[in-house]
């Protein structure tokens, strides 16, 4: 049978309860057998991810042995922290609320940043927001480029591609928010004799969309091998509150509100899930344009998009690397 | 002018070892040229030649192999 044939959104469904019972099945087999540590930490950012891995390891464990993480920062959303609220109380576990603005601001983080986007918008001070986008994948024959969208405080839009400098400063500063609360989930693991769970789903793990010892970094990734469709349909399995459901995926890392979309991915998840899927089991470009609506030659440049990001962003996972390997330290 | 821009890559990717590149290698399907890297090739031609590239130039055209580079600059600089 061809792989092009039957191919829907219907094949991302999954059986819930089954795939439940398998991941935390294997939570508690990582803990016992590999990690050796009792319980569980993770950052909560009120998004899906971040909920699903909570009530996952809840269900696992129980609600006593995970503990929360909210770091919210200067420019978090609102809603980040009602959201992230909402889930502590739903699961009943036990957290711990750190603005992390002072930490950031003592490591320079804002200040570089803004001196990174002055390079390029020399009047950019208090009162102005700002995001980087990235040109679509699928939209142009051209490389994939990084700008910087700015906001003036009388509402006027400035959007420009962003050079080599400015855009490596701006990346390493942002960085900076993902690496500190990194650091913060590895300190209340260590005094609890707990393993911290990474929260990535399979898009984001596939595709690099994670900062390098930053959200990159964890002990387990319990839904890591889930698109993100199916960690919504968890979700609703596991009974995750409504509003954390209908959040749309952001990354809340920007002053400007950033959606996934247009800083990485060219497509929102649903359609961007499709062609990974698409991508791991063969399905023509052709069979995927019709089902997501765009042309065979733009499918094409999605998936040849797909593979790009992969091996720019295989550095990301990349373990130490050794001059010559030591046998005995193998794992 | 070629060779400038070949020693670039050589040295800044390639950390001074050719590797059997050739002029008209492609620099992003070897693996050489990332996404970054196309950045730095951009930073490399407006740092060292009197070009400013805009954003509809930033084609594999124009970018991806020490040829193309040096046909693209050729004509920006013609322009000049």
Known sequence: MSPDAGFSPELLKIDVQRETEKITSEIRNLLRNDLKRRGIVLGLSGGIDSSVTAALSVKAI?????????MPELHSAEE??????????????????????????????????????????????????????????????????????????????????LPLIPYL?????????????????????????FAVAGTPNRLEYDQGF??????????????????????????????????????PPTTDTYSMPQGQDEFYFSLPYREMDLCLYA????????????????SAEQ????????????????????????????????? | ?????????????????SQGLEDSTSLLETGVVDSTGILEVVNFLETEF???????????EHLDSINNIYNFLEGKLAAV
């Open chain 1, 279 to 294: 991508k791991n089991h063969g399905i023509s470009p052709a069979n995927l344009a019709s089902t997501i609506g765009l």
């Open chain 2, 1 to 17: 002018m070629r060779d400038k821009i070949r020693l670039y890559i050589v040295d800044n990717f390639l950390f001074g070892e």
């Open chain 2, 50 to 60: 009197p070009i400013k590239i805009e954003d509809e130039e930033l084609i594999p």
């Open chain 1, 169 to 193: 400063e701006i990346v390493a500063a942002t960085n900076l928010k993902q690496r500190t609360r990194k650091m913060l989930e590895y300190y209340h693991a260590d005094r609890l004799n």
């Open chain 1, 62 to 70: 129980g609600k006593e042995r995970v503990f929360g993480l909210e």
């Open chain 1, 80 to 161: 980040t922290t009602a959201l992230s609220s909402t889930i502590i109380r739903h699961l009943g576990i036990d957290s711990q609320r750190v603005d992390i603005s002072p930490i950031l601001e003592a490591a320079g983080c804002y200040r570089q940043y803004d001196e990174a986007v002055r390079r390029v918008i020399p009047g950019y001070c208090s009162g102005w927001m700002s995001k980087i986008v990235i040109s679509s994948s699928f939209e142009n024959e051209g490389f994939s480029v990084h700008s910087l969208v700015a906001q003036a405080p009388d509402g006027s839009i400035t959007k420009t591609r």
């Open chain 1, 299 to 331: 499918a094409q440049r999605i998936l040849d998009d797909i593979d790009t990001k992969r091996a720019t962003t295989r550095y990301l996972h990349l373990r130490p690397l050794l001059m010559e390997k030591v046998p005995e330290i193998a794992y």
């Open chain 1, 210 to 247: 994670f900062v390098k010892l930053g959200d990159g970094a964890a002990d387990l990734k319990p839904i890591a091998h889930l698109y993100k469709s199916q960690v919504y349909q968890i979700a609703e399995y596991l009974g995750v509150p409504v509003e954390i459901r209908s959040r």
